[in-house]
């Protein structure tokens, strides 16, 4: 079993900064890609960024919404991925979540997930 845990969510100005952490522990099996998704109230969970394992090429993938603003990367060693928010934008503002799975935007490729951080950017 994977558990996955992240910090780092909170209330920041639009134009602001945040950096968002989330801490794997348990059997994480070698290939596997670690990624960023995020829910706003009433709408489903959309693809947020991506990273690779490293030995698989350390490939990284991001939503368009994000591209520019926000930065994913991992330290393997630790089994951590972070995300760098950069001029945040209230329409940033969800529960964001970290999971692990498969290289890719889709929900379906991921097996396990976290339980979420709340991301409030206020204009």
């Known amino acids: 079993q994977v558990q996955l845990v992240e910090s780092g969510g909170g209330l920041v100005q639009a134009g602001g900064s945040l950096r968002l952490s989330c801490a794997a522990s348990?059997?994480?099996?070698?290939?596997?890609?670690m990624g960023w998704f995020r829910q706003a109230p009433g709408k489903e969970r959309q693809f947020v960024a991506t990273?690779?394992?490293?030995?698989?090429?350390?490939?990284?993938n991001y939503a368009d919404s994000v591209k520019g603003r926000f930065t994913i990367s991992r330290d393997n060693a630790k089994n951590t991925v972070f995300l760098q928010m950069n001029s945040l934008k209230p329409e940033d503002t969800a529960v964001y979540y970290c999971?692990?799975?498969?290289?890719?935007?889709?929900?379906?490729?991921?097996?396990?997930w976290g339980q979420g951080t709340q991301v409030t950017v206020s204009s």
């Open positions: 990273a690779n394992w490293i030995w698989s090429g350390g490939n990284t």
């Open positions: 348990g059997r994480i099996l070698s290939g596997y890609a």
């Open positions: 999971a692990v799975g498969r290289f890719g935007s889709r929900v379906d490729q991921y097996d396990y």
